[in-house]
């Protein structure tokens, strides 16, 4: 805006001439530095002008005084933000009528200090008797091309409360969020808005919503699971908020449940007790409608002598429906009619079900081609309410006089091929009666006359036994007769297993009322609690995705004994995983294993698998990832599962679709590039101060002598340095100010020894280490994607023939899929992204001293407590456990039934007091820390 003054562009400056420089005049007045060509301050004068600018674009210029004597190679440098340029000036001449040499378009930032110097070194070089070479100096100038957008602070940061310094220093209310699409991530302080986000939306047809949003939390959304498997009954169909529930035929019932009815795989589906038979005379067959007539076969057809017909009549207007409740499983379904030449070809047939895989089944039976009277769907998987309709509508099709499509019905057979297991709810003890034996998940609730009381028993420090046998105290005589009684004491409940402790007992004869015994009998015993053998382990996978460049798989296990103590003999535990069915179709090694032996005091143990590298390469793996349905997860990736198992125990526990197997891009230049520069970014995800290299290749049809190269980084990173092979490459790199760009340019050290033939493979020409900053991420940020720029600014080849002349993004070959990765085939052009993740918990690990309490606090009033150990595995160290402190923040222990047993809040103890009112078999402490 030419009709105001323009904003100084220069907030400091400093002119440093050093040496004997003289002053000249030229003829209008202008007056110049020279050193008058004097061979002996020939390299020891220059003038260094510093300056800090308004960050923008500038042209910057310099004059000199241009004469017949001046010299030819006078070294000018100008640093700028993106490197430092170097320039050899002919000051004989000057373009323009300006009196001014243009040096070059740069970009100044804020706030640093660049400079520009001018030397007279090396120019003495025109004549032998080195006259000619005078070097001058008269002004730089700075032409604004482009310039920052300048703020200032607000004069005033004050505003009411509810508001907050908007644009231009206004006051203004917040904006809420719109609850509907939005929810809020940041609130509004008194300089910013409230921050808000759009609401993810779960796609009905592949995910639910796993987590309602609120004001502040945006709405989660998790895949559906797989289709259940055979041998399993969908209990629960998938939804908008809910996944859908798979049970297994012969899973363990679920807590408060027992076991009915046991599971049954490959029945004998001949055997009568496996069969039902449904004819037309079965109080469960209806016969609707007036039009039916009842026949007797000639002959027996899968046991049935009777059947029902139309007689080819009332078309729409009869049907047969049969209802029968069946135990859940799997059934042949055999349909037997009286097939005959006048049988229709199209009768309506339709099963439903109450629940299951196979809830509605509805198809066309050809009554009329089924010589044997007998249409079987096999492998129905039919459970609860069962019904068949069969319908004599639209059979009128074979014939334009509609004769000959005659609907006929024998009866229905089921044959059980798998049965599965029937749970029934537990019952409760009637008043007057206690529970004898608890229900468990194979037996129910078995109860005995008799009211609840409470049971006390021994410890070393107490006087009060209970015969296990009656439930009752045991009471002393006081005769001095010989007394013989057998105690069954719980101490051993008391102690942790390897540990050890006194028993001690004392029997006395009796004493005066009121006195003390005078005579009593005592022995005492050391008993140690022995370590039992491990009969369950349970695992956890703590990776969930791995790349080319991570391949190891981290699978935490945890053993316990039948007293669900984790402080076991060491136990030996085997981990497989297995690639997907794609993967396995490829004949690629699809399964790798390992083992681990268990730490005796906590029961745990990390095995470490490698994922084998052809899961990640060939054209066949990368090419089953780009095309529909795009591998296994719908972005490219392989699903991978993980069995394990004790080595003493034949179950074998798989953990389907454990993690993700992510292809590498594939990506090779053809052989009709000339001068492509390739960067390879790292596939995995980083933390926080990981350092990781950018490859930087070259595919060109010749050797490549010459490059000149910049790299770039967004501001969550910063550049090590770049390295070459000092063997092949001479030359230099320099680093920003602000440690986010370097720029390297390289010539080969002996081009004579380079290779001279055609090139069909990558050139090799550097490396750029980048380090990830700390405290890029945060709680609200969990992940953050930072991007790396390359673009190639120069590149020749060794018959001097220039390949790039102007700056051009490089081919950048990134992470495909997952968090932040490529949606393609992991190639872009000029800028990649890298994921860097938080570091956050992907395991946790608890356990207690004492897995058995015996609660003496009712009768002592003293604390009965044991310690609780709890462990981390962070996302930047899988492969080992870390300790979390009690009352660490984010810490938390709540006991599933305080009136059995109690937990401290911070984890640092679980113990009893003498308040709770009954016992326990088995009771939970949950621990819960970073998400888990």
Not at 3 to 28: F, H, K, N, R
Not at 97 to 122: K, M, V, W
Not at 249 to 270: H, N, R, V
Not at 663 to 676: L, T
Request: glycine content about 8%; proline content about 3%; hydrophobic content about 35%.
């Amino acid at each position: 805006n030419t009709s105001q003054p323009l904003l100084s562009i220069i907030s400091t400056v400093s002119v440093s001439p050093i040496g004997a420089w003289a002053t000249v005049t030229d003829t209008s007045g202008s007056k110049f530095l020279t050193d008058n060509d004097d061979r002996d301050l020939k390299g020891q004068l220059s003038v260094k002008v510093s300056f800090i600018l308004r960050p923008g674009v500038y042209n910057v210029s310099i004059s000199y005084l241009p004469t017949s004597d001046s010299a030819t190679r006078v070294p000018v440098s100008v640093k700028h933000a993106a490197a430092t340029n170097h320039f050899l000036i002919d000051q004989r001449t000057i373009e323009g009528s300006t009196g001014f040499h243009f040096l070059g378009q740069f970009y100044f930032a804020a706030n640093q200090t660049f400079y520009l110097l001018l030397e007279n070194r090396d120019t003495n070089v025109n004549t032998v008797n080195f006259l000619g070479n005078t070097v001058t100096f008269g002004e730089v100038k700075f032409t604004a091309v482009f310039l920052d957008k300048t703020c200032k602070d607000c004069t005033s940061n004050s505003c009411p409360q509810g508001t907050f310094m908007g644009v231009e220093c206004k006051c203004t209310e917040p904006t809420p969020c719109n609850t509907t699409f939005q929810y809020q991530v940041s609130p509004a302080t008194s300089t910013s808005n409230i921050e808000c986000n759009s609401l993810s939306v779960c796609n009905p047809d592949t995910h639910y919503e796993q987590t309602m949003p609120t004001l502040t939390t945006d709405r989660e959304c998790e895949r559906f699971s797989p289709e259940c498997r055979y041998l399993s009954t969908e209990t629960v169909a998938p939804s908008t908020t809910a996944d859908r529930t798979c049970v297994g035929f012969c899973d363990t019932c679920p807590s408060e449940m027992w076991e009915s009815q046991a599971c049954g795989l490959y029945l004998d589906t001949s055997a009568a007790v496996n069969t039902i038979n449904i004819g037309v005379f079965h109080p469960n067959t209806t016969l609707k409608g007036d039009g039916w007539a009842i026949n007797a076969h000639n002959h027996t057809i899968n046991g049935f002598t009777s059947y029902a017909t139309d007689q080819d009549s009332l078309k729409g207007q009869l049907s047969i429906l049969t209802e029968i409740i069946v135990l859940p499983g799997i059934y042949h379904l055999h349909f037997v009619f009286n097939s005959t030449t006048q049988s229709a070809k199209s009768v309506p047939f339709t099963v439903t079900t109450n629940g299951g895989n196979d809830s509605v089944i509805s198809t066309l039976v050809n009554q009329l081609d089924a010589a044997s009277g007998v249409v079987t769907f096999k492998n129905l998987h039919l459970q609860g309410l069962t019904s068949i309709l069969i319908e004599n509508r639209d059979t009128n099709i074979v014939n334009p006089n509609f004769s000959g499509n005659t609907v006929s019905f024998a009866g229905i057979s089921l044959s059980a091929l798998h049965r599965s297991r029937e749970c029934t709810q537990c019952s409760e003890c009637p008043n007057g009666f206690v529970v004898k034996i608890p229900c468990n998940a194979k037996n129910n609730t078995i109860c005995q006359v008799g009211f609840n009381h409470t049971a006390i028993a021994t410890t070393a420090a107490s006087n009060l036994y209970v015969d296990q046998q009656t439930l009752q105290l045991v009471e002393l005589p006081k005769s001095p007769t010989i007394f013989k009684q057998s105690f069954f004491a719980s101490f051993l409940q008391s102690l942790a297993p390897s540990e050890s402790t006194m028993l001690s007992v004392a029997v006395g004869q009796g004493g005066t009322s009121g006195g003390s015994d005078p005579s009593q009998l005592a022995s005492s015993i050391s008993v140690q609690r022995p370590r039992e053998d491990a009969i369950e382990v349970e695992a956890s996978v703590h990776t969930s995705e791995v790349w080319s460049d991570s391949r190891n798989v981290y699978v935490g296990v945890q053993v316990h004994d039948k007293q669900f103590s984790v402080q076991t003999t060491a136990a030996e535990v085997f981990v497989q995983m297995e690639g997907s069915v794609f993967l396995r179709s490829l004949s690629l090694a699809n399964r790798v294993s390992g083992k681990c032996t268990t730490s005796t005091t906590s029961g745990s143990c990390i095995v470490t698998l490698t994922a084998p590298e052809e899961w990640f390469t060939g054209a066949a793996v990368i090419n089953g990832s780009l095309l529909s349905p795009f591998g296994d997860d719908g972005e490219g990736g392989y699903h991978v599962n993980v069995s394990y198992a004790l080595r003493t125990s034949a179950s074998v526990i798989t953990i389907e679709n454990a993690l993700v197997v992510r292809p590498e891009s594939g990506y090779v230049a053809g052989n009709d590039v000339n001068g492509r520069l390739i960067a390879r970014l790292p596939q995995r995800t980083l933390h926080e101060g990981d350092v990781f290299s950018v490859s930087l290749d070259v595919k060109a049809e010749l050797f490549v002598e010459t490059f000149r190269v910049l790299v770039y980084c967004g501001e969550e990173l910063e550049v090590v340095d770049f390295s070459v092979d000092d063997t092949v490459w001479t030359g230099a790199s320099g680093e920003s100010g602000d440690g986010r760009n370097i720029s390297a340019s390289y010539i080969l050290a002996e081009s004579r020894n380079a290779p001279q033939g055609e090139q069909v493979s990558e050139q090799v020409l550097g490396t750029v280490r980048v380090r990830v900053r700390s405290g890029v991420t945060s709680v609200s940020t969990q992940h953050v994607r930072a991007r790396v720029g390359v673009d190639v600014l120069y590149l020749s080849d060794i018959r001097g023939r220039q390949l790039v002349g102007t700056a051009t993004g490089a081919t950048i070959v990134m992470r495909r899929g997952g968090m932040f990765g490529d949606d393609g085939d992991g190639v872009v052009t000029g800028v990649g992204f890298v994921a860097i993740q938080r570091r956050v918990v992907v395991g946790l690990l608890s356990y207690v001293k004492n897995s058995e309490m015996v609660n003496t606090a009712v009768v002592s009033g003293d604390d009965v407590e044991t310690s609780v150990s709890v462990f981390a595995v962070w996302s930047n160290s899988r492969g080992s456990f870390s300790s979390v402190s009690a009352g660490s923040s984010g810490l938390l222990c709540e006991s599933s039934n305080s009136s059995v047993v109690q937990a401290t809040s911070t984890c640092s103890r679980v113990f009893v007091d003498g308040s709770e009112v009954s016992g326990s078999d088995k009771e939970e402490v949950v621990v819960g820390y970073g998400g888990f």
